[in-house]
């Protein structure tokens, strides 16, 4: 019984000792001194443990004392003597380390053993065998120098097995091999009477100090390999989850979408994956500040995950995009489902600290396995599907369908095409003649341009002119179109004004009046016969910012007139702030006079605000002599349409100027 | 003591249209109860399967509880019409009254869809007009 509850003392002890070596190993500075204290008062004790519960069962058949204060030392000189081969044993030198290091712990068992014997005075003649007590010594110093090896190359997470296996044996062989060394003869006349209840009470003490000891040294281990795991956790929870919104991150986005699209291969369950980007929040985070960006952030994910079912996972990858992946969804109702309540709920306004904002999102939607089934196919797949979102005006969702991939394809040769026609200026600048009415004559011309592309032929303003805006294009097209119908308006006959289209990209870029001038200069043309056109999205953007560029553009002498008036918003209130010196009725109002009595009533009250506000009123697009008649009855001044010209080249507007334009009239 | 007040109005979503008044009958209580607790007040309205809600309260309350109403999807077409600082509390008698078109005599029909129209074109004066019908009501219960 004695025999077995020191076995398992060495076992336990040796286990948790092993454990605690190895983090006084790992540890440094001062932890480490702490662990090798605490390693080596459990390993100290368990070792002495094993031996003392060990003796007590020996039976030498002669009555057997302790002596107190040798078995007090024997308890001391095993914790130092664990405790010094511990030091050792961090040596950088592996041989030097193990050797020095697992030698001394083995001495330190022999030592405590043979003092402990010592101090177990049995009552007879006590003999001892030199060639065991040699054998034993080698054992615990060979035994112990591989624990503490083994123990050293050890190097993953799992427990060191063999340094555990060889400590036990090195406390087991010495324990063996020593008592085979040790030899009592009874002494005749000292009979083999009953061991004294007092010695039994106060071993059994020691014994149950011993294992409280190994206990302490347990617990500490557990609390302290929890407390690790907990950490390993945060350190887990912090890398895949996004700090701002708590949200996963890409990365963790990135290892469910590869998990499930290898579960996929071996026919694991559909997904649909959705990507999300909020519109508009790039302006409310400059305009409103970060902080309130964040806060907004913070808002977004928390409607995301109202919105998507329990299961599914919400993740953001990016600055202000979110991806969903919805696992189990094959149906495209459900997945469109799941995007209506994403774009509904993100389209809510965001009432924050006392201000709102109103965002919006896109969402792109890609099935698997029925549209792809690897990581990267799907996520571009549902990149295009989102951009087609986004292009087809926002605030709406897109599932992936392969021809987006094609217009996508045209799209971007449609863009390199356009770089390149920059480049090789291959942009023409045509003009649609304007008449003044009352004079019955032109009065100047608006510029338009096109683009004679060798690969497409002629190219519409309204397809290039928004990939021109979204490529940046546009400044350079703007500035080339505005030097050409300035050098062009330079021969035009005294008084006749050119009018040259803004873009609001150009408009808001800074240097609008910059170049304005560097083209009035170059060409010599007044810059009272230069007007700019503007429209009203230009205004709607930045109204700060595009105040301060007409202010400066106008501050040359150069005269600006807004463009389709009528189709924008509150296109009133804008006349009032902006410094506008003519208003352009939109050709959408003109086409329907007279006939139709919404829009002759539109035509009237423009040409009235004109005159009232002291603006010059051009009409767009006459094309019948009913429109003209009811167009010039109703006081607008200028026209342009194709009853009088459709936009030619210089050359021909310059025979149209030079040599017609007295004879020409219209009746 | 300025109070922040917001006021918006939404479309039941159709999956509830049918039990409608008996949800924004729910939404009142429930939003009464918990409101007693917040120092929030206010009354909601439910006419033709729209909602029109005033909250007042502080700045804090007042966006939570909007926060989540946003997170709700029985609304749909949720729009905000107002949100600003009063000088001091509109319906501070009601943690959160209710206006319920099914609810209402034929006189508060027609002036909740009154108040249905003004809403989106002259959000204050809606708002005045839900404050009158509430006193009228009070002043009803109390006379019958």
């Given at each position: ?278 519109d508009r929040f790039k302006p409310i985070n400059d305009s ?70 109103d965002l919006g999102?896109s ?27 986004k292009n087809e005006g926002r605030g ?15 799209r971007?040769?449609l863009e390199?095409?356009l770089r390149?026609a920059c480049?090789?200026?291959?942009f023409?600048v ?16 608006e510029a338009l341009v096109r683009w ?7 190219v519409s303003p309204v397809l290039f002119i928004p990939v021109a805006e979204e490529l940046g294009l546009v400044t350079t097209i703007g500035a080339l179109v505005l030097e050409r119908a300035c ?11 050119v009018a040259v289209n803004v873009s609001p990209v150009q408009m808001m870029g800074g240097r609008l009046a910059s170049t304005v001038a560097q083209a ?10 230069l007007e700019i056109e503007i429209t009203e999205t230009a205004l709607v953007t930045d109204d700060e910012l595009a105040l301060r560029a007409l202010e400066e553009v106008r501050a040359l002498?150069v005269k600006i007139s807004l463009d389709d008036f009528g189709t924008g918003y509150s296109s009133l209130s804008y006349l009032h702030r902006f410094p506008i010196d003519r208003i352009k009725i939109d050709a959408s ?26 603006m010059?009123?051009t009409?767009e ?47 | ?144």
């Amino acid at each position: 019984m004695l025999v077995l509850l020191a076995a398992l003392l060495c076992v336990v002890g040796s286990y948790v000792s092993i454990q605690l070596f190895r983090r006084t190993l790992q540890a440094g500075g001062g932890s480490r001194f702490h662990w090798c204290f605490l390693a080596s008062v459990c390993a100290g004790s368990s070792i002495w443990g094993t031996h003392f519960i060990a003796m007590l069962g020996y039976q030498p058949g002669v009555p057997v004392t302790f002596d107190a204060t040798l078995t007090i030392i024997s308890v001391v000189i095993a914790i130092f003597g664990v405790g010094i081969g511990l030091f050792l044993s961090t040596l950088r030198n592996r041989w030097f380390g193990a050797l020095c290091g697992g030698g001394t712990i083995g001495l330190a068992i022999a030592a405590m053993h043979y003092v402990g014997m010592f101090a177990y005075r049995a009552d007879g003649i006590v003999g001892w065998l030199p060639n065991y007590v040699a054998l034993s010594l080698a054992c615990a110093v060979v035994f112990g120098a591989l624990a503490i090896d083994r123990l050293r190359v050890h190097d993953h997470e799992g427990h060191p097995w063999t340094a555990t296996l060889l400590l036990v044996v090195a406390i087991v062989m010495l324990h063996f091999v020593g008592m085979a060394a040790f030899t009592v003869t009874p002494i005749a006349g000292f009979g083999s009477g009953p061991q004294s209840e007092v010695f039994v009470a106060m071993a059994s003490a020691i014994a149950m100090a011993a294992l409280l000891i190994v206990g302490t040294g347990i617990s500490t281990y557990l609390v302290e390999m929890r407390t690790r795991v907990d950490a390993q956790d945060r350190l887990h929870h912090i890398a895949m989850h996004d700090t701002l919104t708590g949200l996963q991150n890409r990365h963790a986005f990135n290892g469910k979408l590869r998990r499930l699209c290898q579960r996929l291969v071996k026919g694991g369950p559909p997904f649909a994956l959705l990507m999300v980007d909020l519109d508009r929040f790039k302006p409310i985070n400059d305009s409103l500040g970060h902080p309130f960006g964040d806060k907004v952030l913070k808002a977004v994910s928390a409607r995301l995950q109202e919105a998507v079912r329990d299961n599914d996972m919400v993740a953001r990858i990016g600055g202000d995009e979110f991806a969903v992946i919805a696992p189990g969804v094959d149906d495209p109702s459900v997945a469109r489902l799941l995007a209506e309540r994403i774009v509904e709920v993100l389209s809510r306004p965001f009432v924050i600290s006392g201000q709102v904002a109103d965002l919006g999102a896109s969402v792109g939607i890609t099935l698997a396995p029925a549209d792809g089934k690897d990581a990267e196919t799907l996520t571009q797949q549902v990149d295009i599907a989102l951009y087609h979102a986004k292009n087809e005006g926002r605030g709406r969702h897109c599932f992936f369908d392969p021809s987006l991939t094609e217009t996508l394809r045209e799209r971007r040769l449609l863009e390199a095409d356009l770089r390149r026609a920059c480049m090789r200026e291959e942009f023409e600048v045509y003009f649609q003649p304007i008449l003044d009415t009352a004079t019955r004559e032109f009065a100047g011309a608006e510029a338009l341009v096109r683009w004679h592309s060798p690969e497409r032929g002629v190219v519409s303003p309204v397809l290039f002119i928004p990939v021109a805006e979204e490529l940046g294009l546009v400044t350079t097209i703007g500035a080339l179109v505005l030097e050409r119908a300035c050098a062009e308006a330079a021969t035009w006959p005294d008084g006749m004004t050119v009018a040259v289209n803004v873009s609001p990209v150009q408009m808001m870029g800074g240097r609008l009046a910059s170049t304005v001038a560097q083209a009035l200069h170059k060409s010599g043309l007044e810059p009272g016969r230069l007007e700019i056109e503007i429209t009203e999205t230009a205004l709607v953007t930045d109204d700060e910012l595009a105040l301060r560029a007409l202010e400066e553009v106008r501050a040359l002498g150069v005269k600006i007139s807004l463009d389709d008036f009528g189709t924008g918003y509150s296109s009133l209130s804008y006349l009032h702030r902006f410094p506008i010196d003519r208003i352009k009725i939109d050709a959408s109002f003109v086409n329907q006079v007279p006939h139709d009595p919404g829009s002759a009533s539109i035509v009237r009250a423009i040409a009235q605000l004109g005159e009232s506000l002291q603006m010059e009123v051009t009409a767009e697009g006459i094309e019948t002599d009913a429109q003209y008649s009811y167009v010039a009855e109703h006081g607008c001044r200028h026209m342009q349409g194709f009853l009088f010209s459709r936009p030619v080249d210089a050359a021909t507007l310059a025979r149209l100027f030079g040599t017609h334009e007295k004879n020409r009239s219209v009746a | 003591m300025t109070v922040q007040r917001l006021f918006y109005s939404s479309r039941i979503a159709d999956e509830h249209a049918s039990r409608g008044a008996a949800i924004a009958r729910e939404i009142a209580q429930a939003s009464a109860v918990r409101n007693s607790a917040s120092e929030l007040t206010g009354t909601l309205a439910y006419i033709d399967g729209h909602f029109i809600q005033v909250l007042e309260g502080n700045l804090k309350q007042v966006e939570e509880t909007f926060e989540r109403i946003c997170c709700d999807f029985r609304h749909r077409e949720l729009k905000l019409l107002d949100y600003h600082t009063a000088p001091s509390r509109l319906f501070s008698e009601w943690a959160m009254a209710s206006l319920v078109e099914e609810d209402a005599t034929i006189g508060q029909r027609e002036a909740l869809s009154e108040v249905r129209v003004l809403a989106t074109l002259n959000a204050r004066e809606a708002i005045a007009r839900m404050r009158q019908l509430l006193a009228l009501q009070d002043r009803a219960v109390l006379t019958a």
